[in-house]
């Protein structure tokens, strides 16, 4: 697909380029919004009183996960989104951390871009085979706290040089064809942000 085709998008997904609301059939990007918390019971965990979920949204949301993945679907998760898209993928959350608002990313290439955000879960996808994930954008040491149901041991990888944890930002799950981006791209980032997500999306999309 090349980078001024219009891209049909269900469920949102108007901050993509070249974007044009469609339906589930037709679509070429299917977009799992932000909101609330997930049941931890989802990924295995019991709550640790700092997470909150409707099981109605919960069940809604993940079907349609299941039906886009069966589809063969690409997926773009956004925040909430892209979380249920790494429970999908067989990782967990991490239920509480202290996550600024505005914040620097790095990208799998070097390049940083500033990404706007509101969660206080985090993706954690470091469990599984590394061929099920790729992390291909991370900030570094940004929370001061990291509360889970399980005792966290970050991989060596998954630590920068002055030993603090790279928190990812977006993760790629070839298996389910899900981009989880953990920021918000709708609320206008600026263009370097837009740009990153944007070309991730034309890339995963010609595979």
């Known amino acids: 697909m090349k980078k001024n085709k219009t891209i049909k998008t269900y469920n ?3 901050w993509i380029y070249n974007s044009k ?12 919004p932000g909101g609330g918390d997930w049941n931890p019971a989802l990924y295995g965990h019991k ?7 409707s099981e109605k949204t919960d069940a809604t949301q993940m079907a349609l996960i299941d039906k886009a993945v069966n589809a063969g679907k690409l997926i773009v998760g956004i925040c909430r989104g892209g979380q249920g898209l790494t429970i999908k993928a067989g990782g967990f959350l991490i239920q509480d951390i202290s996550h600024p608002s505005n914040h620097n990313v790095v990208t799998f290439d070097g390049r940083t871009y500033n990404m706007n955000s509101c969660h206080h879960q985090l ?5 599984l085979p590394k061929n099920q994930y790729e992390v291909l954008s991370w900030t570094e040491g940004l929370s001061n706290r990291y509360k889970a149901d399980v005792k966290l041991e970050f991989p060596e990888f998954a630590i920068d040089l ?3 944890f790279k928190e990812p930002e977006v993760i790629w799950f070839p ?12 609320w206008g980032p600026g263009k370097p942000a837009l740009d990153f997500i944007n070309n991730l999306i034309i890339e995963k999309l010609n595979k």
């Open 47 to 53: 709550p640790n009183g700092t997470s909150y979920w």
């Open 21 to 32: 609301s469609s339906n589930f059939e037709d679509a070429d990007v299917v977009v799992m």
């Open 175 to 186: 298996a389910i064809r899900g981009l989880s981006v953990q920021g918000h791209p709708e």
């Open 12 to 14: 949102g997904g108007s």
């Open 162 to 164: 002055k030993g603090n």
């Open 123 to 127: 993706c954690y996808p470091y469990e």
